[in-house]
């Protein structure tokens, strides 16, 4: 396929009860929002799915059950849209964000996915990591696509199947291997993957495209020199065509089920897809998502920034007009999965909604701190050789301590990426909005504002990365005409959380926490 054309924006008036459907597909739930052109809820379903642990440090989606998921999303969506009286034909267009790096391999001749999806945090890849940043020309690869070698990005999971799988490695040598993230895969089922009239629809958005290592930064195309680095050879792997994030044909449309037909015209990786749907279009605003995960987004402008502070540089969104924007980014790997734990593994809390009312059972951490590193460390320490450890235990340790630790830990990784941001920038923030499951916790909240000396602002409504793939459909599609159409979307009932710590007490907790990481290092070594 050939580069898409700009898109261009519809000059015909929209009615006025206008909707916008978004796919919301996560590391653990699938969910599909229908928004009104005031950028408000009017339905939605969630559901979730199975999270597959095959060994220790593997984690696996099955993708015909996310495309299953988000079928039975949008279905149920529409049903609760008509119920309330409300004509699903004003659904204009859908937009999609997604689960990052989460990598689906696929046969191109049948459209069968040759094996489970690989899910971001999975750490099989760490010793094929370890033995690409000794490989010549490693040190050229953050510079070309703004990544670290990690096991986070897409190419090592591809690279590990393709030496470890031999389905894989079966049909990158037959020329029929396809590649895509989870965005890929399904707008090419959703609009009918083989089977559709012509051909099937392959693309990925440069939010998206820049998490796999395979795509320079600054051209947004795929980079010779990167899949050179990881030994791929174009004539025998497919890879997605690169679109713009909001473009009106692109994604194609649905070919089943109750909004058949209704375009897609958006694409956002959740975490650039939060950015947008915090309105943050201007460099110096920033967003931290609280979701399985903790993702912090900061808006640099137009040209990306290099971190030298260990942070990612990344596409926050491109909507066609020539001028992408770029941001800092800084990944915590657990967050409300470490309240999930506490739930689900220890027993500690009966449901995820009481880490509030167990944490607040004390009055302050007794001196524990929980190291979440589950997946090893992400940014700004990156540290593969990590467990989660807990420090600080006593005989007088309640369960209430843990449930504050576990807390703190996500604030306490946000509160060092923030520095790193800072430090990167030249610019410290004066105000962090929020959003993500997490961001419900008042307490968690008023922790983080007290270990970062800054404000946090929570909207009332929190479903924002749903939001900002509604807002490139929308845009594409002409339910608004512009950025400055925005304005006033999710504006009002704002939660602002003021730091009450004082400077010794948060540089204190700061040097706790910076110990306990340090101690938590070479956890997994090879003897």
């Known amino acids: 396929m050939g580069d898409a054309p700009e898109p261009k924006r519809p000059q015909t008036e929209v009615a006025e009860e206008t909707f916008v459907g978004s796919i919301d597909q996560g590391t653990t739930s699938t969910r599909f929002v229908i928004f009104n052109s005031n950028g408000e809820p009017v339905a939605s379903h969630q559901m979730g799915f199975e999270n597959i642990h095959p060994e220790s440090g593997w984690h696996e989606h099955d993708p015909y059950e996310l495309l299953q998921t988000v079928e039975t999303c949008i279905e149920n969506a529409t049903k609760k849209l008509t119920e309330k009286g409300l004509d699903t034909a004003k659904i204009h267009a859908i937009g999609v964000t997604n ?63 393709l030496q470890n799988n031999e389905t894989v490695k079966a049909a990158y040598d037959d020329g029929r291997l396809a590649f895509g993230t989870i965005d890929t895969w399904l707008i090419y089922k959703l609009n009918g993957g083989v089977e559709r009239r012509g051909d099937p629809v392959y693309v990925t958005d440069p939010t998206n495209a820049s998490r796999t290592m395979f795509m320079n930064l600054r051209t947004l195309k795929y980079d010779d020199e990167l899949l050179s680095f990881f030994g791929i050879d174009r004539q025998k792997m497919s890879l997605p065509e690169i679109v713009p994030s909001s473009h009106p044909t692109a994604f194609g449309a649905l070919s089943r089920g109750p909004l058949k037909g209704v375009p897609i015209a958006g694409c956002l990786g959740d975490q650039s897809s939060a950015l947008v749907g915090q309105l943050g279009f201007k460099p110096g605003q920033a967003k931290n998502t609280y979701g399985t995960g903790c993702f912090l987004l900061y808006n640099v402008g137009n040209k990306p920034v290099i971190s030298k502070s260990g942070l990612l540089a990344t596409v926050a969104y491109d909507f066609g007009d020539g001028n992408p924007i770029y941001a800092l980014e800084g990944s915590v790997a657990v967050a409300g999965s470490g309240v999930t734990f506490l739930l689900n593994n220890l027993g500690l809390i009966e449901t995820s909604k009481a880490i509030d009312e167990v944490a607040l059972s004390v009055p302050d951490n007794g001196g524990v701190y929980f190291v979440t590193a589950f997946s090893g460390l992400f940014a700004p320490y990156w540290i593969d050789d990590a467990k989660g450890t807990v420090f600080g235990l006593t005989a007088h340790s309640q369960k209430g301590h843990i449930a504050r630790a576990t807390l703190e830990a996500a604030c306490h990784q946000t509160a060092a990426i923030l520095d790193a941001m800072a430090k990167d920038s030249g610019r410290e923030l004066s105000s962090l909005a929020v959003d993500g499951g997490l961001s419900n916790s008042d307490l968690c909240m008023q922790t983080q504002a007290d270990l970062t000396g800054i404000r946090v602002d929570r909207p ?37 959380f003021e730091p009450k710590a004082g400077k010794e007490e948060r540089a204190q907790s700061r040097k706790m926490w910076e110990r306990a990481v340090e101690m938590c290092r070479g956890w997994i070594r090879d003897d």
Do not use: F, H
């Not at 490139?472 to 002409?478: C, H, M, V």
């Open 99 to 161: 689960q990052r790096e989460t990598t689906v391999l696929w046969d191109k001749n049948t459209g069968e996915p040759l094996y489970n999806a690989i899910v971001w945090p999975d750490t099989r890849t760490k010793s094929l990591v370890r033995e690409l940043k000794a490989k010549q020309g490693s040190d050229k690869l953050l510079e070309l696509c703004g990544l670290p070698l990690s096991t986070y990005p897409s190419s090592v999971k591809l690279l590990w199947l």
């Open 460 to 496: 009332a409504m929190r479903e924002t990365t749903s939001l900002g793939a509604a807002i490139a459909a929308g845009l594409a599609t002409g339910v608004w005409s512009s950025i400055d159409d925005l304005k006033s979307i999710n504006s009002t009932n704002r939660t602002i």
